[in-house]
């Protein structure tokens, strides 16, 4: 998508503010716009509301959850950490999280053979890329990859110099960054002197592989107006990350390059519900009305 645009500022816009980098939807997912479903585990070991659960039984969950979203029609999975609330900053998560993110990631990637990424909460770039790796994952979604934020957590720097480079330093190269333009849960700049045009930019001069527009907070939707100001402004794919229901997804989708969707197919529309199959096939369903090409 993003790719394809042609804007007022002609040639030089498209050429962007990086060479051009592979498409890494079409390279991960074999298609040009994609529905990809959050598998939202419970609690993993060093986490405050962990309760001493085999990481057999999350491991089972994990596997379950992936079924639901797979079987419904979508494309690919992220594993993330939601239960580890509340979340640490980068550099803080112990050798624990990552280990229990990458067992689970490889579980489910050997039981379903589904396209997988990875999200460890909050920001840890180099945490995910290392679970990622480990687990057969093929992208990690960072929040903030550059730039700086206020968030529940503190001061949020991009992670994007260091994981970058941790990504180099243990070979973990084909590993895709799905980077947040303007992060739900957060201020989006300090000094409130970056406009969504430069974010985006700065996203892509930094490296991400693929650029994603929330909401403010987790559930509600990205406006239209912003998923169409972040895809003006790069070369890349653009997905939307938050919000997206059976009922807004077929006039979002000619926008963007595909979604991400949790909340809206659980059984209790929230985060903490299980995936509810009749609800992925809905959301799905319209997603194929609105040209998507289900797997």
Not at 5 to 34: C, D, H, Q
Not at 162 to 184: E, L, N, T, W
Request: aromatic share 6%.
């Amino acid at each position: 998508m993003g790719g394809d645009m042609v804007t007022a500022a002609g040639s030089e816009r498209a050429l962007g503010v990086f060479p051009p980098r592979p498409n890494a939807i079409e390279g991960l997912f074999g298609t040009s716009k994609v529905v990809i479903g959050v598998i939202h585990l419970p609690p993993l070991p060093g986490s405050p509301h962990y309760e001493g659960t085999p990481l057999d039984e999350i491991c089972a969950f994990a596997i379950e959850e992936a079924e639901a979203y797979l079987e419904g029609g979508c494309h690919g999975l992220i594993v993330e950490n939601h239960w580890d609330i509340p979340f640490l900053k980068p550099g803080e998560h112990g050798y624990e999280t990552a280990a229990a993110m990458a067992v689970v990631t490889d579980r489910v990637r050997h039981a379903t053979g589904g396209r997988l990424g990875v999200s460890i909460l909050s920001n840890a770039a180099e945490c995910s890329i290392a679970s990622a790796w480990s687990g057969g994952a093929g992208f990690v979604r960072v929040n903030q990859w550059a730039n700086a934020y206020v968030a529940n957590e503190g001061i949020i720097e991009g992670q994007s110099a260091h994981a970058a480079r941790y990504r180099s330093r243990i070979g973990a190269g084909p590993v895709k960054v799905f980077a947040d333009v303007h992060v739900k849960h957060g201020s989006h700049a300090i000094v409130a002197d970056r406009t969504l045009a430069e974010q985006t930019e700065d996203a892509e001069f930094f490296g991400a592989d693929v650029l994603i527009a929330t909401g403010s907070r987790t559930g509600d939707a990205a406006s239209l107006d912003e998923v169409e100001g972040i895809a003006a402004h790069t070369t890349l794919p653009v997905v939307i990350g938050s919000g997206i229901t059976a009922a807004n997804i077929g006039g979002l989708l000619p926008a963007c390059d595909g979604v991400i969707v949790a909340s809206s197919v659980k059984d209790n529309g929230r985060w903490w519900g299980r995936v509810d199959r009749a609800k992925v096939r809905d959301l799905t369903a319209a997603a194929a009305r609105a040209g998507v090409v289900l797997p």
